[in-house]
């Protein structure tokens, strides 16, 4: 007869055991079809049984036929450290808040472990990482559930989130409130500047100081530029300094550090207030110098602008204006003398031409310059406005330039001065030689 256990098919030579994850406890089986499978909440880890050979095992589950009692674990998220019967893995419990179960958590080998420093575990946590604090906490403690159990970053420093401290300092230039994620959470406004870290309120940027202009996010104070100052406190931008184009004739002004105005300058940087350029001088906005006042001109104020010599400073006709000059040209010092004229806007008289006087002074065109008469000669040595007679032994017709302008031809001759014409010139003695020029006869 086949013992339990065992099945014999007819025909057979041997009995055969029934197979592992099953059983049998009747004689004389014939199929193994007629073994049992093994009980729910049990295993049946060898051939040949009469009776399951283990209950299950903690942190596992065992269905019907199980063989092995850690054949099926309960998955990550889930525990079973309360029973070795349990037959399905919905019966796992979830894991407990606080903890994370790895796949098979409920044995000596495999315990539940408690949620890692910077993270939290809500019920069925798989790993103790899995949930990190949010960016913006931390955490210090183990064994948190949920978020709002993360502690809030401090003011003046960052969290990158899942740490058991603190990321870091806030960067200087930023300030960083309760809750801060990066270090370069709030920017300090635009005039103001922060040279140290760990900041953790606005309150605590520095208001930019006089001269300077601090952008956002400032680590320290900039000099405004040459050709710009600023004479407020908390200017945040460069504006237009010296050299730049000021289009359509636009200069910057506060909160940006303001243009030098014209007739004014702004020497190198940080410059508080700015500077009358003087007597003599002028300059367009946004100047780090002044200049000379051009020739022809005159700067008479101490905040002449270059734009106003075109229209109101150019130096009148009949008078001459050197370059520098910083008076109103007058009569007295600045009137072109005799033998000169001076057109408008010019800074030295220019002499009338050869074979042309100017008895009068003050006068402001060439037209005004004479021909000299017949009889005299009007040449360098004319300047002065007076008449030179023609040398003896010459003649000199209108608009000469020379004592010596036409001789007397040979076989004539003039012993006076003042000729005017050849007819002026005798004739030479029959006694005498006269060559061209002779004056004597």
């Known amino acids: 007869s086949c013992p339990p256990g065992i099945f014999c098919s007819p025909g057979s030579a041997f009995p055969m055991p029934c197979l592992p994850g099953s059983f049998s406890t009747s004689w004389n089986i014939s199929l193994s079809s007629l073994c049992a499978l093994c009980v729910a909440g049990q295993a049946c880890a060898y051939s040949g049984l009469t009776a399951p050979s283990s209950s299950c095992e903690f942190g596992h589950y065992c269905p019907l036929g199980t063989i092995y009692p850690t054949q099926f674990p309960c998955p990550a998220g889930s525990i079973n450290n309360f029973s070795r019967s349990l037959t399905s893995q919905a019966l796992c419990a979830s894991c407990p808040e606080g903890y994370a179960c790895a796949t098979g958590s409920g044995t000596l080998a495999q315990p539940v472990v408690l949620c ?6 809500p019920p069925g946590s798989q790993f103790p990482t899995q949930y ?6 931390y955490s210090r403690l183990y064994g948190l559930s949920r978020q709002q159990q993360c502690t809030v970053c401090p003011a003046g420093f960052y969290c990158q989130g899942g740490g058991a401290q603190v990321t870091g300092l806030c960067s200087a230039g930023y300030y960083c409130p309760a809750g801060s994620i990066i270090p370069q959470q709030s920017a300090c406004p635009s005039g ?9 309120v606005k309150d605590g940027c520095v208001p930019c100081p006089l001269g300077n202009f601090c952008p956002e996010a400032s680590v320290e104070p900039i000099p405004c530029f040459p050709g710009t100052y600023t004479d407020n406190m908390s200017t945040g931008f460069a504006g237009i300094a010296a050299g730049a184009v000021l289009v359509n004739g636009n200069a910057s002004s506060f909160p940006a550090c303001a243009t030098c105005p014209a007739g004014f300058y702004c020497p190198g ?28 001109f005159y700067c008479n104020r101490t905040t002449t602008s270059q734009s106003s ?12 204006c050197p370059r520098g000059m910083g008076v109103i040209p007058n009569h007295g010092e600045h009137e072109c003398p ?34 000299c008469p ?23 017709p209108e608009g ?39 004056s004597i006869g």
Do not use: M
Not at 192 to 200: K, M
Not at 276 to 293: D, K, Y
């Open 192 to 200: 103001t500047y922060s040279a140290i870290r760990g900041l953790g």
């Open 338 to 371: 005799l033998g000169y004229f001076c057109p408008e806007a010019t800074d030295q008289p220019l002499a009338c031409p050869e074979g042309t006087f100017n008895p009068q002074s003050a006068r402001a065109s060439i037209s005004e310059c004479q021909i």
């Open 269 to 296: 940087r940080g410059n508080i207030v700015h500077l009358e350029c003087g007597l003599g001088f002028c300059s367009s906005p946004g100047q780090a110098e002044c200049s000379v006042c051009p020739a022809g």
């Open 116 to 121: 890692a420093l910077g993270h939290f575990c």
């Open 132 to 137: 990190p604090c949010a960016p913006g906490t």
């Open 374 to 396: 017949v009889g005299y000669w009007c040449g360098f040595s004319a300047i002065n406005g007076t008449l030179h007679p023609c040398s003896p032994g010459y003649f000199c």
């Open 400 to 438: 000469s330039s020379s004592a010596t302008q036409k001789p007397c031809r040979a076989g004539t001759y003039r012993i006076t001065s003042r000729g005017q014409n050849q007819t002026d010139c005798g004739l030479c003695n029959a006694s005498l030689f006269c060559p061209a020029g002779s």
């Open 309 to 320: 010599l075109n229209k109101t400073q150019r130096c009148p006709g009949g008078l001459y």
